[in-house]
C-alpha cells in the first residue's frame, strides 16, 4: 500500500505521500479525481482540495506521462464569488512550483509535494509486455513505429490500420470530444499502405506519438464547416525538403510548416514551445537534448521577435544541459540567464570590471590589486573559465551551422541523383518511342538536361563553403544556407 503517514486529526496535518510508489492506486486513461493520493487535501486552509486528471501517454516506469492539477474551487474565486480570471490548472511540476511561489512566498515546495503523489501510475493493463495495448497511445520510451499487427488483433477488435501500425491513433477509444474529421482525399490516401492518422505524407513511414509527437506536425488548416487536412509530416522530412522552418524563394517561409497536399502554412512557434513543455516534465537528458535540437532547426534564421526569444531560451537550455546543470535548475530563468548565454556578455562585464579596476579615471593603480586580500589566483580561475566558456560557446555554434550545411549539400545531392534518374526514364521512353509525340518526349528530355544543369551550377556554388564562412560570399550564404550576414 501506498506509505501514509496518519496523523491525529487535531495537529491538522497533511497526510504524506510516496511518490514513486507504484503501489498506489493504478488510474485509467483521461481519469480524474480530487483529493488523495494524487492531489493536496487542506491546502492552504483546510476544507481546500485539489483535484488532478491524466491524459493517454504512460512512460516506461509506468507512471502517466501527463498529469494535471486544478486548484480549490475556493481560489478559483474571490471574495465575492466571481472568477479569478487567474489560471486554474497546471500542466507541468514547474507551473505548480511558480505559482506557489509566486501567490504563497515562503512555502515550503518539497514539504507540499511530499504532501501527495505528483506520479500517477497506470494500470496494468496499459503496462503488458512492455508496451500498451489497443486503443491506447504508446508508452515511452517509443518502440518502433512499424509494428504489424496480428491478424487475429485485427479480427477481434474489428480495426485496422492501412500501415498495419499497431500503435495508429484510429485505434484510440473516442473521445468525449472528438477531433474535428479529416478532408477527404484521394491522392495520398489512396494508396494502399498509407493511413492518413500515422504515417507522413512527404516519406510515408509512420510517425511517432511518444513525448507528445515532438517529431511531427499535422496540418490543421479548415478545409469546410468541421473539416480539416489532417495529414502529417515528419518534421525532420518536412525540413529536409524545404517545407519547414525559414526558407527563402517564393516558399517564404518564416519558423512556418507548409502543407504539400492543402498548401496551408502552420506557424511552428507554438509547436516549439509544447516541445519544451515537454522537455520540462522529462528526466532523460539526451532525449532532453534530442527534441530541443529540433527546435532550434524550426526557429534558426526565423525574423520573428517571439521565435528569436524562443531560440535563445533553448540554446540557453542546450548550454545548461551541457555544462552539467541539474534538470530542475535548467528550466529556472533567473540571474544565471545571461552567464550561460552564448553571447558572452558575462565575459563582457567581467573585463569591464577588470578593466576599471586596474586603470582609474586618476591614472593610479587600484587599490583593490595593490592590497593583501587580492588574490590572483582565483581570479585567474574566473577568467580561464570564461575564456572556455566563451570557447565551448564557439564551438556549439560551429557545430549547428555545419550541420545545417551538411543537411543542405546531402539534399541537393540527393536531388540531383533524383534528376538523373528520372532522365533516364525519360531518355529510355523517347528511345522506345512510348509515346505518339516523340517531340514532346525529346522537349522532356533536353528540358530535364537544362535543369539538371543548373542544380549542378547551385551544387558548386554551395561547395565554395569549403574554404569557410569568411570567404564565402554572402550572396552564396543567403541564397544556398539561409545564412544572414551583417556587414
Known amino acids: 500500500m501506498m506509505e501514509i503517514d496518519i496523523h491525529e486529526e487535531s ?32 491546502w492552504p486552509n483546510p476544507g481546500d482540495t485539489w483535484r488532478w486528471k491524466v491524459g493517454k501517454r504512460v512512460s516506461g516506469s509506468g507512471h502517466f506521462l501527463d498529469r494535471y492539477l486544478y486548484l480549490p474551487k475556493r481560489l478559483c474565486h474571490d471574495g465575492a464569488g466571481n472568477t479569478t480570471g487567474r489560471r486554474n490548472s497546471f500542466a507541468s511540476k514547474l507551473a505548480v512550483e511558480r505559482y506557489i511561489q509566486a501567490s504563497f512566498p515562503g512555502t515550503d515546495l518539497k514539504e507540499f509535494f511530499a504532501s501527495f503523489s505528483w506520479k500517477i501510475p497506470a494500470e496494468m493493463s496499459l503496462l503488458a509486455n512492455g508496451a500498451v495495448k489497443l486503443k491506447h497511445v504508446p508508452a515511452v520510451p517509443p518502440i518502433p513505429p512499424c509494428v504489424e499487427i496480428e491478424e487475429s488483433d485485427s479480427q477481434s477488435d474489428g480495426l485496422c490500420c492501412k500501415a498495419r501500425n499497431k500503435l495508429c ?15 477527404e482525399c484521394d491522392i495520398c490516401c489512396t494508396e494502399a499502405k498509407f493511413c492518413r ?21 499535422r496540418c490543421e488548416a479548415l478545409m469546410g464547416e468541421a473539416v480539416i487536412c489532417g495529414h502529417a509530416a515528419h518534421i525532420d522530412c518536412a525540413l529536409r525538403c524545404y517545407m519547414a522552418g525559414t526558407v527563402g524563394g517564393s516558399i517564404a517561409l518564416d519558423s512556418e510548416y507548409y502543407c504539400r497536399r492543402c498548401d496551408a502554412r502552420t506557424d511552428l512557434v507554438p509547436h516549439v514551445m509544447r516541445l519544451l513543455h515537454t522537455c520540462e516534465s522529462l528526466d532523460s537528458r539526451d532525449n532532453i537534448e534530442k527534441i530541443l535540437n529540433i527546435g532550434i532547426c524550426i526557429l534558426r534564421s526565423s525574423r520573428k521577435t517571439i521565435a528569436k526569444e524562443l531560440l535563445k531560451r533553448i540554446e540557453v537550455a542546450i548550454a545548461k544541459l551541457k555544462y552539467g546543470t541539474s534538470l530542475e535548475d535548467i528550466w529556472k530563468q533567473e540571474g544565471n540567464f545571461l552567464a550561460i548565454s552564448t553571447n558572452g556578455s558575462h565575459h563582457e562585464s567581467t573585463a569591464m570590471e577588470v578593466t576599471t579596476n586596474q586603470e582609474p579615471l586618476n591614472g593610479k593603480p587600484s587599490s583593490d590589486l595593490l592590497s593583501a586580500s587580492f588574490d590572483y589566483r582565483s ?51 523517347l528511345a522506345r518511342r512510348t509515346s505518339t509525340d516523340p517531340d514532346a518526349l525529346l522537349d522532356i528530355v533536353l528540358s530535364r538536361v537544362k535543369q539538371i544543369k543548373r542544380e549542378i551550377t547551385n551544387l558548386k556554388e554551395m561547395e565554395q563553403i569549403a574554404s569557410g564562412f569568411g570567404k564565402t560570399s554572402r550572396a552564396i550564404l543567403k541564397k544556398h544556407f539561409n545564412f544572414e550576414v551583417e556587414e
Open 11 to 42: 495537529d491538522g496535518s497533511t497526510p504524506r505521500a510516496n511518490e514513486n510508489d507504484l503501489s498506489n492506486r493504478r488510474v485509467a486513461p483521461d481519469e480524474s479525481g480530487e483529493g488523495l493520493p494524487y492531489a493536496p487535501v487542506n
Open 169 to 183: 491513433i484510429s485505434l484510440l477509444e473516442i473521445a468525449e470530444n472528438p477531433p474535428l474529421a479529416f478532408m
Open 197 to 217: 492518422d500515422c504515417c507522413c505524407i512527404l516519406c510515408s513511414k509512420t510517425i511517432n506519438f511518444s513525448y507528445g509527437g515532438y517529431d511531427y506536425i
Open 379 to 429: 581570479e585567474s580561475q574566473k577568467l580561464a573559465e570564461d575564456v572556455d566558456q566563451v570557447l565551448h560557446a564557439l564551438k556549439n555554434s560551429q557545430e549547428s551551422e555545419y550541420k545545417v550545411v551538411e543537411e543542405k549539400l546531402l539534399a541537393q545531392k540527393n536531388y540531383i541523383c533524383n534528376l538523373y534518374q528520372q532522365l533516364e526514364k525519360e531518355k529510355s521512353d
